[in-house]
């Protein structure tokens, strides 16, 4: 099993889509920056990306933002914590070319050994889901 992931193209753009289509539920602006939440771990100060590798619960209430970093981050090599990694996003309206407007939501990336697993939106569990993979048929 792997220990590190990079994002496939289509898994940056199916994540990009995702994300900008729950931003517009509650935005009328056409275009959004995505920022990556890098949070820190309550309990003893460890700071990441991958949520999954500071904290066990479930709601990852023992941790809080420390800071975040710009779109393109998502496209580094992330580590996996027991095979998995979760992103907390930050989406602002973007009134103009380098400037970053109110936030208008949060969307978490699940990410596995395979890619992108799943989207969820703050209020909405599995936004969108990786498609199963179908057995082929003798």
Known sequence: M????RLSASDVR???S???SIARRYSGTRRFAIEIGERSSLNNGR???NIRSISNDPDWEDTDLFTTHEWRRIRDRHELANGKALFDL????????GEVGDLVCNVQAEI???GLAAIHADAERNVWERPARQEPRE
Not at 2 to 5: A, L, Y
């Open 2 to 5: 792997p220990t590190t992931i």
């Open 14 to 16: 199916q994540l990009r």
């Open 18 to 20: 995702t994300a900008e």
């Open 47 to 49: 700071t990441a990306m």
């Open 90 to 97: 930050y989406i602002y309206e973007r009134p103009g070319i």
């Open 112 to 114: 596995d050994a395979q």
